[in-house]
């Protein structure tokens, strides 16, 4: 299934015509490949320049509602590839180190710009 969305408000985040079911497979796998291969690291810089994670940060704008709902259902370590896919960071000087609160701002900066996940 083709999805378009697009945030009329701020056309910055407007997203091109993906296919989903193929967008969300190649998250999942890559996700799962991540996880695997960084679970038994501590340092952040080492688990965001893995491969795989590297990867789902080129798949783009589109990849931004999947990260989304990731964190929704388990806070991980999907703040670097938000800030370098969006080029924002809402996450606030007091939260910062706190997964759970670090997820909550990203998911109402996401609510805020219209994203659905």
């Known amino acids: 299934m083709a999805v378009i969305q697009v945030d009329r408000e701020n056309p910055k985040y407007a997203f091109a015509c993906v296919e989903t079911s193929e967008l969300e497979a190649q998250f999942l796998e ?3 490949q991540w996880r695997q291969e960084t679970g ?3 340092v952040v810089s080492q688990i965001v320049i893995h491969p795989a994670y590297q990867r789902i940060i080129g798949m783009g704008q589109p990849v931004v509602p999947l990260l989304l ?3 929704e259902q388990e806070p991980d370590h999907w ?3 938000l800030q370098a896919i969006t080029g ?3 996450v606030k000087q007091e939260h910062r180190g706190n997964l ?3 997820a909550i701002d990203w998911l109402e900066w ?3 710009y219209g994203y659905r996940w």
């Open 30 to 32: 890559l996700a799962e």
């Open 40 to 42: 038994m690291f501590s």
């Open 69 to 71: 709902r990731d964190l």
């Open 79 to 81: 703040f670097w590839a």
């Open 88 to 90: 924002e960071n809402p």
């Open 100 to 102: 759970q609160q670090m």
């Open 110 to 112: 996401g609510k805020a």
